[in-house]
Protein backbone atom coordinates (compact mmCIF):
# COMPACT_ATOMS: atom_id res chain seq x y z
CA UNK A 1 0.00 0.00 0.00
CA UNK A 2 3.17 1.95 -0.49
CA UNK A 3 2.67 3.84 -3.94
CA UNK A 4 2.45 7.58 -3.12
CA UNK A 5 4.08 9.61 -0.78
CA UNK A 6 0.31 11.44 -0.65
CA UNK A 7 -1.98 10.36 1.83
CA UNK A 8 -3.98 6.76 1.66
CA UNK A 9 -7.67 7.16 0.44
CA UNK A 10 -8.84 7.03 3.48
CA UNK A 11 -12.35 8.75 4.70
CA UNK A 12 -9.84 10.44 6.94
CA UNK A 13 -8.19 11.78 4.01
CA UNK A 14 -11.45 12.98 2.26
CA UNK A 15 -12.49 15.14 5.35
CA UNK A 16 -9.21 16.74 6.64
CA UNK A 17 -9.17 20.35 8.06
CA UNK A 18 -6.22 21.11 6.18
CA UNK A 19 -3.99 19.87 3.53
CA UNK A 20 0.17 20.21 4.63
CA UNK A 21 2.52 21.12 2.52
CA UNK A 22 5.55 21.99 4.34
CA UNK A 23 9.26 22.16 2.31
CA UNK A 24 11.30 19.63 0.91
CA UNK A 25 14.63 19.95 3.07
CA UNK A 26 17.18 21.60 1.20
CA UNK A 27 20.78 22.68 1.85
CA UNK A 28 22.64 22.47 5.44
CA UNK A 29 21.17 23.37 8.71
CA UNK A 30 21.36 23.07 12.35
CA UNK A 31 18.80 21.66 15.33
CA UNK A 32 19.25 20.91 19.02
CA UNK A 33 17.20 17.99 17.83
CA UNK A 34 15.90 16.09 14.42
CA UNK A 35 13.09 14.18 14.65
CA UNK A 36 12.62 11.34 12.16
CA UNK A 37 8.70 10.86 11.45
CA UNK A 38 6.01 12.82 10.99
CA UNK A 39 3.31 10.66 12.91
CA UNK A 40 2.25 10.87 16.27
CA UNK A 41 5.27 9.84 17.84
CA UNK A 42 7.27 12.15 15.84
CA UNK A 43 4.81 15.05 15.96
CA UNK A 44 4.33 14.94 19.85
CA UNK A 45 7.88 14.86 20.64
CA UNK A 46 8.12 17.93 18.36
CA UNK A 47 5.54 20.03 20.19
CA UNK A 48 7.03 18.97 23.88
CA UNK A 49 10.45 19.38 22.65
CA UNK A 50 9.51 23.25 20.84
CA UNK A 51 7.42 23.67 24.37
CA UNK A 52 10.73 23.40 26.24
CA UNK A 53 13.10 25.91 23.98
CA UNK A 54 14.69 23.65 22.25
CA UNK A 55 15.49 24.10 17.84
CA UNK A 56 13.36 21.31 16.06
CA UNK A 57 13.71 19.84 13.14
CA UNK A 58 11.24 17.11 12.23
CA UNK A 59 12.19 14.97 8.69
CA UNK A 60 8.88 13.29 6.85
CA UNK A 61 9.14 10.97 3.96
CA UNK A 62 5.49 11.96 3.12
CA UNK A 63 3.27 14.00 4.78
CA UNK A 64 2.25 14.40 7.91
CA UNK A 65 0.26 11.82 9.30
CA UNK A 66 0.96 9.36 6.32
CA UNK A 67 1.41 6.58 8.59
CA UNK A 68 -0.84 4.50 11.18
CA UNK A 69 -1.31 7.70 12.68
CA UNK A 70 -3.84 9.20 9.89
CA UNK A 71 -5.17 5.55 9.01
CA UNK A 72 -6.67 4.18 12.16
CA UNK A 73 -9.38 3.48 13.93
CA UNK A 74 -9.58 6.87 15.83
CA UNK A 75 -9.83 5.22 19.06
CA UNK A 76 -8.30 7.17 21.91
CA UNK A 77 -7.55 4.80 25.34
CA UNK A 78 -5.91 4.84 28.12
CA UNK A 79 -3.22 2.66 29.39
CA UNK A 80 0.59 2.18 27.99
CA UNK A 81 1.34 -1.31 28.74
CA UNK A 82 -0.15 -3.79 30.60
CA UNK A 83 0.99 -3.60 34.25
CA UNK A 84 1.61 -7.37 35.00
CA UNK A 85 3.91 -7.21 32.59
CA UNK A 86 6.40 -4.55 34.26
CA UNK A 87 5.11 -5.86 37.85
CA UNK A 88 6.99 -9.08 36.90
CA UNK A 89 10.25 -7.90 35.63
CA UNK A 90 10.90 -4.62 38.11
CA UNK A 91 8.61 -5.02 40.38
CA UNK A 92 5.99 -2.39 42.01
CA UNK A 93 7.78 1.06 42.16
CA UNK A 94 7.87 0.14 38.02
CA UNK A 95 4.70 -0.86 37.73
CA UNK A 96 3.12 2.06 39.70
CA UNK A 97 4.89 4.50 37.03
CA UNK A 98 3.74 2.35 34.15
CA UNK A 99 -0.08 2.94 35.85
CA UNK A 100 0.34 6.39 35.96
CA UNK A 101 1.64 6.61 32.30
CA UNK A 102 -1.30 4.72 31.36
CA UNK A 103 -3.22 7.62 32.85
CA UNK A 104 -0.99 9.98 31.62
CA UNK A 105 -0.92 9.41 27.85
CA UNK A 106 -4.78 9.87 27.82
CA UNK A 107 -4.66 13.24 29.24
CA UNK A 108 -2.02 14.54 27.14
CA UNK A 109 -4.18 13.98 23.92
CA UNK A 110 -6.79 15.64 25.55
CA UNK A 111 -4.56 18.98 26.99
CA UNK A 112 -2.79 19.16 23.51
CA UNK A 113 -6.69 19.49 21.65
CA UNK A 114 -7.87 22.17 24.71
CA UNK A 115 -4.63 23.71 24.36
CA UNK A 116 -4.03 24.42 20.80
CA UNK A 117 -7.78 24.37 19.37
CA UNK A 118 -7.87 20.98 17.09
CA UNK A 119 -10.56 20.12 15.72
CA UNK A 120 -10.81 16.49 15.32
CA UNK A 121 -14.39 15.78 16.56
CA UNK A 122 -13.01 14.25 19.87
CA UNK A 123 -16.02 12.52 22.28
CA UNK A 124 -15.55 10.42 24.88
CA UNK A 125 -17.33 7.24 25.46
CA UNK A 126 -15.85 3.53 24.95
CA UNK A 127 -17.66 0.45 25.33
CA UNK A 128 -15.48 -3.40 25.58
CA UNK A 129 -17.56 -5.98 24.35
CA UNK A 130 -17.59 -9.77 25.27
CA UNK A 131 -17.82 -12.60 23.04
CA UNK A 132 -17.60 -14.80 26.15
CA UNK A 133 -17.77 -15.68 29.77
CA UNK A 134 -13.82 -15.17 30.24
CA UNK A 135 -14.12 -11.84 28.61
CA UNK A 136 -16.58 -10.96 31.24
CA UNK A 137 -14.54 -12.21 34.04
CA UNK A 138 -11.99 -9.97 32.66
CA UNK A 139 -14.18 -7.18 32.75
CA UNK A 140 -15.07 -7.56 36.74
CA UNK A 141 -11.31 -7.80 37.29
CA UNK A 142 -10.73 -5.13 35.42
CA UNK A 143 -13.34 -3.00 36.70
CA UNK A 144 -12.31 -3.88 40.57
CA UNK A 145 -8.70 -3.30 39.88
CA UNK A 146 -9.53 0.13 38.66
CA UNK A 147 -11.55 0.67 41.67
CA UNK A 148 -8.55 -0.59 43.96
CA UNK A 149 -6.32 1.96 42.07
CA UNK A 150 -8.81 4.93 42.12
CA UNK A 151 -8.96 4.83 38.44
CA UNK A 152 -10.80 8.76 38.04
CA UNK A 153 -12.99 7.71 34.88
CA UNK A 154 -16.67 6.14 35.30
CA UNK A 155 -16.30 2.76 34.44
CA UNK A 156 -19.15 0.13 34.47
CA UNK A 157 -20.12 -3.36 33.55
CA UNK A 158 -23.36 -3.51 30.99
CA UNK A 159 -24.93 -7.00 31.29
CA UNK A 160 -26.48 -8.43 28.25
CA UNK A 161 -30.16 -7.25 29.15
CA UNK A 162 -29.01 -4.15 28.88
CA UNK A 163 -26.65 -4.01 25.55
CA UNK A 164 -29.34 -3.02 23.30
CA UNK A 165 -28.94 0.96 24.95
CA UNK A 166 -25.34 0.73 23.91
CA UNK A 167 -25.40 -1.26 20.81
CA UNK A 168 -27.45 -2.45 18.03
CA UNK A 169 -26.08 -5.90 17.89
CA UNK A 170 -27.12 -9.32 19.05
CA UNK A 171 -23.54 -11.18 19.12
CA UNK A 172 -22.29 -10.00 22.41
CA UNK A 173 -22.47 -10.99 26.16
CA UNK A 174 -21.73 -8.12 27.74
CA UNK A 175 -19.70 -4.99 27.47
CA UNK A 176 -17.23 -2.55 29.93
CA UNK A 177 -18.53 1.06 29.17
CA UNK A 178 -15.64 3.97 29.88
CA UNK A 179 -16.40 7.71 29.97
CA UNK A 180 -13.01 8.24 30.38
CA UNK A 181 -11.90 7.13 26.64
CA UNK A 182 -13.67 7.95 23.36
CA UNK A 183 -12.82 8.52 19.82
CA UNK A 184 -11.51 11.11 17.39
CA UNK A 185 -10.49 12.00 13.76
CA UNK A 186 -6.88 10.81 13.70
CA UNK A 187 -5.26 12.94 11.02
CA UNK A 188 -6.70 15.94 11.52
CA UNK A 189 -5.35 15.46 14.96
CA UNK A 190 -1.66 14.53 13.46
CA UNK A 191 -1.88 17.35 11.44
CA UNK A 192 -3.65 19.87 14.00
CA UNK A 193 -0.42 19.06 16.12
CA UNK A 194 2.18 19.44 13.54
CA UNK A 195 0.58 23.28 12.56
CA UNK A 196 1.23 24.09 16.86
CA UNK A 197 4.71 22.78 16.67
CA UNK A 198 5.65 24.87 13.55
CA UNK A 199 3.55 28.00 15.15
CA UNK A 200 5.58 27.44 18.14
CA UNK A 201 8.92 27.33 15.95
CA UNK A 202 9.62 23.59 14.83
CA UNK A 203 10.95 23.47 11.41
CA UNK A 204 9.07 21.24 9.43
CA UNK A 205 9.98 19.11 6.22
CA UNK A 206 8.19 16.93 3.67
CA UNK A 207 9.02 14.67 1.14
CA UNK A 208 12.16 14.66 2.53
CA UNK A 209 13.83 10.59 3.10
CA UNK A 210 16.36 10.38 5.12
CA UNK A 211 19.00 8.18 3.39
CA UNK A 212 21.82 8.21 6.03
CA UNK A 213 22.33 9.23 9.74
CA UNK A 214 26.03 9.85 10.51
CA UNK A 215 26.11 8.52 14.24
CA UNK A 216 28.64 11.13 16.78
CA UNK A 217 28.60 13.80 18.93
CA UNK A 218 27.09 15.89 16.68
CA UNK A 219 24.87 13.23 14.52
CA UNK A 220 24.07 14.09 10.90
CA UNK A 221 20.94 13.24 9.17
CA UNK A 222 20.97 13.26 5.74
CA UNK A 223 18.56 13.22 2.43
CA UNK A 224 18.75 13.37 -1.03
CA UNK A 225 18.80 17.30 -1.06
CA UNK A 226 20.06 18.06 2.22
CA UNK A 227 21.07 17.73 5.87
CA UNK A 228 21.06 18.61 9.33
CA UNK A 229 23.17 18.29 12.12
CA UNK A 230 22.16 17.79 15.22
CA UNK A 231 22.67 17.71 19.10
CA UNK A 232 20.04 14.54 19.57
CA UNK A 233 17.82 12.34 17.18
CA UNK A 234 14.76 10.94 17.67
CA UNK A 235 13.72 8.11 15.39
CA UNK A 236 9.80 7.89 15.18
CA UNK A 237 9.51 6.25 12.09
CA UNK A 238 7.33 2.99 13.45
CA UNK A 239 6.47 0.46 10.85
CA UNK A 240 7.51 2.83 7.62
CA UNK A 241 11.48 3.24 9.24
CA UNK A 242 13.05 0.41 7.28
CA UNK A 243 16.43 -0.11 7.40
CA UNK A 244 17.44 3.45 8.15
CA UNK A 245 18.98 2.15 11.51
CA UNK A 246 20.16 -1.24 11.75
CA UNK A 247 20.39 -1.68 15.25
CA UNK A 248 16.15 -1.17 15.20
CA UNK A 249 15.86 -4.09 12.45
CA UNK A 250 13.87 -7.01 13.66
CA UNK A 251 13.25 -5.26 16.74
CA UNK A 252 9.20 -3.98 15.20
CA UNK A 253 7.28 -5.73 13.18
CA UNK A 254 5.14 -4.47 10.30
CA UNK A 255 1.83 -5.60 10.15
CA UNK A 256 -0.72 -4.24 8.08
CA UNK A 257 -4.29 -3.20 9.46
CA UNK A 258 -7.22 -2.41 7.29
CA UNK A 259 -10.85 -0.22 7.91
CA UNK A 260 -13.57 0.59 5.79
CA UNK A 261 -16.03 2.97 5.95
CA UNK A 262 -19.40 3.09 5.02
CA UNK A 263 -21.98 5.47 2.95
CA UNK A 264 -23.46 8.40 5.47
CA UNK A 265 -26.28 6.52 7.82
CA UNK A 266 -29.42 8.05 8.59
CA UNK A 267 -30.02 9.55 11.93
CA UNK A 268 -32.46 6.51 12.64
CA UNK A 269 -29.79 4.04 11.93
CA UNK A 270 -27.16 5.53 13.26
CA UNK A 271 -28.68 5.81 16.36
CA UNK A 272 -30.26 1.79 16.33
CA UNK A 273 -26.58 0.86 15.93
CA UNK A 274 -24.17 3.08 18.42
CA UNK A 275 -26.82 4.83 20.45
CA UNK A 276 -24.32 6.90 22.58
CA UNK A 277 -21.91 7.19 19.68
CA UNK A 278 -19.54 5.32 21.46
CA UNK A 279 -16.49 3.85 20.08
CA UNK A 280 -15.90 -0.18 20.45
CA UNK A 281 -13.84 -3.46 20.35
CA UNK A 282 -13.98 -6.93 21.15
CA UNK A 283 -11.75 -9.07 23.35
CA UNK A 284 -9.99 -11.16 20.63
CA UNK A 285 -6.65 -11.33 19.85
CA UNK A 286 -7.56 -10.35 16.21
CA UNK A 287 -10.54 -7.95 17.23
CA UNK A 288 -13.12 -5.80 15.55
CA UNK A 289 -12.96 -2.38 16.32
CA UNK A 290 -15.74 -0.10 15.06
CA UNK A 291 -17.34 3.91 15.76
CA UNK A 292 -19.41 6.41 13.90
CA UNK A 293 -18.06 9.25 12.37
CA UNK A 294 -18.80 12.75 12.56
CA UNK A 295 -21.40 12.71 9.40
CA UNK A 296 -22.71 9.19 10.81
CA UNK A 297 -20.53 6.91 8.63
CA UNK A 298 -19.67 3.45 10.41
CA UNK A 299 -15.93 3.25 10.31
CA UNK A 300 -14.96 -0.44 10.76
CA UNK A 301 -11.66 -1.91 11.33
CA UNK A 302 -10.92 -5.60 12.00
CA UNK A 303 -8.43 -7.33 9.59
CA UNK A 304 -4.72 -7.25 10.55
CA UNK A 305 -2.48 -9.35 8.66
CA UNK A 306 0.59 -10.44 10.02
CA UNK A 307 1.73 -11.78 6.63
CA UNK A 308 3.40 -8.93 5.20
CA UNK A 309 0.68 -9.26 1.96
CA UNK A 310 -1.81 -6.49 1.72
CA UNK A 311 -5.37 -8.19 0.63
CA UNK A 312 -6.76 -7.38 -2.54
CA UNK A 313 -9.94 -6.56 -1.75
CA UNK A 314 -10.32 -4.43 1.93
CA UNK A 315 -13.72 -4.45 1.66
CA UNK A 316 -14.18 -8.17 0.58
CA UNK A 317 -12.26 -8.72 3.90
CA UNK A 318 -13.80 -6.79 6.11
CA UNK A 319 -17.51 -6.79 4.57
CA UNK A 320 -18.70 -9.49 5.92
CA UNK A 321 -17.41 -9.21 9.29
CA UNK A 322 -19.00 -5.54 9.77
CA UNK A 323 -21.81 -7.21 8.24
CA UNK A 324 -22.13 -10.29 11.15
CA UNK A 325 -21.74 -7.27 13.50
CA UNK A 326 -24.16 -5.63 12.17
CA UNK A 327 -26.32 -7.13 9.61
CA UNK A 328 -28.62 -3.88 9.23
CA UNK A 329 -25.83 -2.90 7.31
CA UNK A 330 -26.03 -5.72 4.82
CA UNK A 331 -26.87 -2.99 2.02
CA UNK A 332 -24.52 -0.29 3.22
CA UNK A 333 -22.47 1.10 0.62
CA UNK A 334 -18.62 1.41 1.18
CA UNK A 335 -17.62 4.22 0.22
CA UNK A 336 -13.70 4.12 1.50
CA UNK A 337 -11.22 1.29 2.24
CA UNK A 338 -7.79 2.01 3.11
CA UNK A 339 -5.01 0.45 5.04
CA UNK A 340 -1.31 0.62 6.05
CA UNK A 341 1.14 -0.92 8.62
CA UNK A 342 1.14 -0.86 11.76
CA UNK A 343 4.28 -1.90 14.11
CA UNK A 344 4.18 -5.07 15.87
CA UNK A 345 5.99 -5.76 19.29
CA UNK A 346 6.51 -9.20 20.02
CA UNK A 347 6.05 -9.28 23.56
CA UNK A 348 3.26 -6.33 22.58
CA UNK A 349 4.92 -4.05 25.01
CA UNK A 350 5.95 -0.47 23.75
CA UNK A 351 9.50 -0.07 22.60
CA UNK A 352 11.96 2.86 23.87
CA UNK A 353 15.30 2.99 23.88
CA UNK A 354 18.58 4.74 23.32
CA UNK A 355 21.63 4.14 20.63
CA UNK A 356 24.59 5.87 20.35
CA UNK A 357 24.12 8.40 23.08
CA UNK A 358 22.46 10.79 21.91
CA UNK A 359 19.41 8.77 19.44
CA UNK A 360 16.49 8.07 20.63
CA UNK A 361 13.87 5.74 19.86
CA UNK A 362 10.22 5.14 20.33
CA UNK A 363 7.93 1.88 18.75
CA UNK A 364 6.30 -1.04 18.54
CA UNK A 365 2.67 0.38 19.74
CA UNK A 366 1.15 -2.83 17.88
CA UNK A 367 -1.80 -1.55 17.23
CA UNK A 368 -2.75 0.58 20.53
CA UNK A 369 -0.78 3.88 19.52
CA UNK A 370 -3.38 6.98 19.84
CA UNK A 371 -2.78 7.58 23.52
CA UNK A 372 0.59 5.68 23.98
CA UNK A 373 2.13 7.86 20.90
CA UNK A 374 1.84 11.08 22.25
CA UNK A 375 3.28 10.07 25.64
CA UNK A 376 6.15 8.68 24.08
CA UNK A 377 6.57 11.63 22.41
CA UNK A 378 6.32 13.33 25.27
CA UNK A 379 8.90 10.91 27.66
CA UNK A 380 11.71 11.47 24.36
CA UNK A 381 11.43 14.90 25.52
CA UNK A 382 11.92 14.12 28.95
CA UNK A 383 14.95 12.04 28.70
CA UNK A 384 16.77 14.68 26.39
CA UNK A 385 15.67 17.26 28.68
CA UNK A 386 17.17 15.32 31.63
CA UNK A 387 14.61 13.49 33.28
CA UNK A 388 14.77 9.99 33.19
CA UNK A 389 12.50 8.30 34.99
CA UNK A 390 10.00 7.22 32.68
CA UNK A 391 11.90 6.39 30.32
CA UNK A 392 14.45 4.10 32.23
CA UNK A 393 11.26 1.68 33.04
CA UNK A 394 10.87 0.80 29.30
CA UNK A 395 14.33 1.27 27.95
CA UNK A 396 15.32 -1.65 30.53
CA UNK A 397 12.79 -4.24 28.66
CA UNK A 398 14.48 -6.16 27.00
CA UNK A 399 12.64 -6.95 23.09
CA UNK A 400 12.48 -10.54 21.15
CA UNK A 401 14.36 -9.62 17.68
CA UNK A 402 13.41 -11.71 14.78
CA UNK A 403 15.97 -11.70 12.11
CA UNK A 404 15.86 -11.96 8.25
CA UNK A 405 13.67 -8.98 8.00
CA UNK A 406 10.32 -9.41 6.38
CA UNK A 407 10.93 -13.11 4.93
CA UNK A 408 11.16 -14.63 8.58
CA UNK A 409 9.99 -12.04 10.74
CA UNK A 410 6.46 -12.06 9.02
CA UNK A 411 5.86 -15.56 8.42
CA UNK A 412 7.19 -16.22 11.95
CA UNK A 413 4.59 -13.63 13.37
CA UNK A 414 2.00 -14.92 10.84
CA UNK A 415 2.16 -18.86 12.70
CA UNK A 416 2.09 -17.18 15.98
CA UNK A 417 -0.75 -14.70 15.38
CA UNK A 418 -2.39 -18.15 14.10
CA UNK A 419 -2.25 -19.47 17.45
CA UNK A 420 -4.18 -16.98 19.08
CA UNK A 421 -6.67 -17.29 16.12
CA UNK A 422 -7.04 -20.76 16.82
CA UNK A 423 -7.79 -20.10 20.70
CA UNK A 424 -10.06 -17.17 19.88
CA UNK A 425 -12.30 -19.66 17.80
CA UNK A 426 -12.39 -22.22 20.26
Known amino acids: ?????????????????????????????????????????????ALHLVERGYSVALIEENRIGWGASGRNGGQ??????????????????????????????????????????IDCDLKFGYLDLALCQSDIDYFHETIEEKQRTNYPHECHFVPKAELHDYIGSDIYSGGLANSGNGHLHPLNLCIGEARAAAELGARIFEQ???????????????TAQGRITAGNIVLAGNAYLGRLEPKLRGAAIPAGSYMIA???????????????????????????YFRLSSDKRMLFGGFCNY?????????????????????????????????????????????????????????????????????AGKVLADIIAGDSEQFDVFSKVRHLRLPGG?????????????YYRLKDLL
Open 1 to 45: MRDTNEHAPSYYAATRNHSTDYPTLHGEQHADVVVVGGGFTGVSA
Open 76 to 117: LIDGFVEIDKIEKRFGAGAADIARQMGLECRDIVVEIVKKHS
Open 208 to 222: SRVTRIKHGEKPVIE
Open 262 to 288: TEPLSADVAAELLPKDMACCDQRSVLD
Open 307 to 375: SGRDPKDIGASLGPKMHKVFPQLKNARIDFEWGGNIAISVNRIPQLGRIHGNTYYAQGYSGHGVAPTHL
Open 406 to 418: KFFANPALALGMM
